[in-house]
T-cell receptor, first 112, second 114 residues
Framework: DAKTTQPPSMDCAEGRAANLPCNHS???????VYWYRQIHSQGPQYIIH???NNETNEMASLIITEDRKSSTLILPHATLRDTAVYYC?????????????FGSGTQLTVLP | GAVVSQHPSRVICKSGTSVKIECRSL??????MFWYRQFPKQSLMLMAT?????????EQGVEKDKFLINHASLTLSTLTVTSAHPEDSSFYIC??????????FGPGTRLLVL
């Protein structure tokens, strides 16, 4: 699976949009971009995933660049409960390589 | 999203005893489940892949005789830590893949071996 690079930490004001970047310059054509988050002492929570088109759900939006070498997760109105470690993971969705490989992620702190 | 449960949420045991952790997919069937381990201030590390009806596949460095995995049904996988020692104290997390191959995680089990 392609390796990802994320900033180690970010702050965001409550109520503002949180934009979390991720670089995945070695991504392959059949690899998806997944985002998970882990709130302290809990299991990771699935947020969103995409292949090449932008995606949006009730939690967040995922913007993938046209060359697919980077992406941005957007939390439109961050709350204190969004404070967590956010993981960007690139993985083949179908096939034998199905496990998720976690990097160090980005610690997002939402400030009041 | 899909729900995965784990039991117990935390356990304290004496050194040398065995501990069983259950992982259940509550609203979907999962032919594949994964077991991860997370030490303080570190990221999740994959321990093994659990496939329903077949033997688990362990990652390099993970002792299969120490961490016994059983995936007897499409909704249940168990991890048994045998002869636990203090260095096995960790946060154990399972995950399950749904029919569209999205992976959902359980809430984790915190194991403390005294």
């Amino acid at each position: 699976d392609a390796k990802t690079t994320q900033p180690p930490s970010m702050d965001c004001a409550e109520g503002r949009a949180a934009n979390l970047p991720c670089n995945h310059s070695t991504i392959s054509g059949n690899e998806y971009v997944y985002w998970y988050r882990q709130i302290h002492s809990q299991g990771p929570q699935y947020i969103i995933h995409g292949l090449k088109n932008n995606e949006t759900n009730e939690m967040a939006s995922l913007i993938i660049t046209e060359d697919r070498k980077s992406s941005t997760l957007i939390l439109p109105h961050a709350t204190l409960r969004d404070t967590a470690v956010y993981y960007c993971i690139v993985r083949v969705a179908y096939g034998s390589a199905r496990q998720l490989t976690f990097g160090s992620g980005t610690q997002l702190t939402v400030l009041p | 999203g899909a729900v995965v449960s784990q039991h117990p949420s935390r356990v304290i045991c004496k050194s040398g005893t065995s501990v069983k952790i259950e992982c259940r997919s509550l609203d979907f069937q999962a032919t594949t489940m994964f077991w991860y381990r997370q030490f303080p201030k570190q990221s999740l590390m994959l321990m093994a892949t659990s496939n329903e009806g077949s033997k688990a596949t362990y990652e390099q460095g993970v002792e299969k005789d120490k961490f016994l995995i059983n995936h007897a049904s499409l909704t249940l996988s168990t991890l048994t830590v045998t002869s636990a020692h203090p260095e096995d104290s960790s946060f154990y997390i399972c995950s399950a893949i749904d029919r569209v191959e999205t992976q959902y995680f359980g809430p984790g089990t915190r194991l403390l071996v005294l």
